[in-house]
């Protein structure tokens, strides 16, 4: 009895523990993520690696504007240094000079000077500032802002197609949710059905034939179950890289598979896409600083002015030997007369560009339109179908209650039962399709006018 109790009782302390640390891991297991459409795309535009080498490059851009305008400040030089000379260089001086007494002899001079000293110092401040230079300076700075800002709307378009994409993969695991809880129920219904002829066959109502065309049902059906189970990790995983998410993060969807079908305005849309695109902002900066740059170079073929100015000490200071100080101020004028005409081809290099950018923007016009155009379509067509499988849907579920009411009264056959089962499940499946390419050619539609509101719900 004592041993029974000893054992009773480690029994019940391993139950103990064994409860204990299952629900220490259910508290350490991580809740999953419950995200909305909206919140999978901020998530993206938080932790997307794209994003942040847009970002990076206005970074890029900004400190390059600061370097043009650097041009418009001083250029301030201390020079300070010693020199020693073991030469010293001297002057001989050897003169006569007759006198004007008569009778005195003439005076000579001979004598030899060292001009300069072994131990030389100097110390100079220096500056340079532009004054004038045909407008150099100034265009290439004007262009450099204007690259910043282009830089800026082509992180805009980054973010477009980050939030875009992150759409279209959230949608992505919705629709393989969808299917597969729509295969899940076609494989619970055929498992039904298979039951009732199971039954039916024991009861000596039903054939060996109905028994094994019910059993081939449930054997096609569980393959898609399968399959549409494996299409929802697959969606995951790509929802994950589309958002950053970590590898293995549980993320949990709020958003349902739903579609509110509304008109369209395929004019309205054209507009909108002509003032939100970022594309269209980037080409008309792009071709603006390209201009500017133009003018820039034009101005190396022009004139420059420059103030020039000094302030120093030296020893020795030409023939002082002592310290003594300098100041020089001047202004100077450059006039380039030949660079093999490096400024010249830069200008029209430019000026190319300019116009390369130009014919880009009417090509991009027509690409926007056309994606509209496309979108347009696309969400016409599938709000048809949306209708369409609807009615579809209830007509078939219909057909599916007359063929098992009909084959639990003995009025039909399991092949009937069998037919109106699988076009019940394709009826739903299309339904689904219809959802989702209704849902999809919305997203298309808002990346395609740049309405990044618009893709969020």
């Known amino acids: 009895m004592g041993h029974q109790g000893n054992r009773l009782g480690s029994s019940l302390l391993v139950l103990v523990l064994a409860g204990s640390f299952g629900t220490v891991a259910k508290a350490q297991a991580p809740e999953p993520v419950k995200w909305s459409v909206r919140d999978a795309i901020g998530y993206a535009l938080e932790h997307s690696p794209d994003v942040a080498v847009a970002h990076s490059k206005i970074n890029e851009k900004e400190e390059a504007s600061k370097e043009a305008f650097s041009n418009f400040l001083p250029d301030v030089t201390l020079d300070a240094g010693y020199q020693y000379v073991n030469n010293v260089p001297r002057i001989d001086f050897d003169a006569s000079f007759e006198s004007p007494v008569p009778g005195v002899p003439p005076l000579e001079i001979h004598d030899s000077q060292k001009i300069g000293s072994k131990d030389n110092y100097v110390a100079r401040l220096s500056l340079n500032q532009l004054l004038f230079a045909s407008g150099r300076v100034y265009y290439a700075h004007r262009a450099a802002r ?21 759409a279209e993969a959230y949608l ?5 949710q969808a299917v597969a809880g729509v295969q899940r129920e076609a494989l619970a219904t055929a498992r039904a059905h298979l039951e009732q ?41 790509l929802l994950r890289r589309a958002t950053g998410m970590p590898d293995g993060a549980r993320i949990e969807l709020t958003d349902p598979l739903q579609a509110r079908v509304k008109p369209v305005d395929e004019e309205a849309e054209l507009e909108t896409a002509r003032t939100l695109r970022p594309e269209f902002k980037v080409l008309e900066y792009n071709r603006s600083a390209a201009e500017d740059l133009a003018l820039a170079k034009r101005g190396g073929m022009l004139p420059v002015m420059q103030l020039t100015g000094s302030f120093g000490y030296e020893k020795p200071y030409y023939g002082v030997f002592d310290w003594e100080q300098n100041l020089t101020v001047g202004v100077g004028l450059q006039v380039p007369i030949f660079d093999g005409l490096e400024a010249y081809r830069g200008m029209r290099r430019a000026k190319a560009v300019a116009e390369t950018v130009t014919l880009a923007t009417v090509q991009t016009h027509a690409d926007v339109r056309t994606q509209v155009h496309t979108a347009v379509l696309a969400l016409r067509e599938a709000a048809v179908r949306i209708k369409a499988t609807a009615d579809n849907m ?21 092949v009937e039962v069998i037919d109106a089962h699988l076009a019940a499940t394709t009826a739903r499946l299309a339904h689904l399709r219809a959802l989702y390419d209704y849902r999809n050619a919305q997203i298309h539609l808002a990346a395609a006018t740049g309405n990044v509101p618009a893709i969020t719900r």
């Open 146 to 166: 204007k690259q910043v800002e282009s830089t800026r709307h082509e992180e805009d378009t980054v973010k477009l197609n980050v939030a875009r994409q992150t």
């Open 172 to 176: 992505g695991v919705l629709i393989s």
């Open 197 to 237: 002829v199971q039954n039916r066959y024991d009861a000596g109502v039903a054939n060996r034939l109905e028994l094994l065309r019910a059993k081939v049902e449930v054997s096609n059906v569980e393959p898609r179950v399968i399959d549409a189970e494996r299409n929802i990790d697959t969606a995951m995983i």
């Open 394 to 414: 209830k007509r078939a579920d219909q057909m599916l209650d007359i063929a098992e009411n009909s084959y639990q009264a003995g009025a039909a056959t399991n």
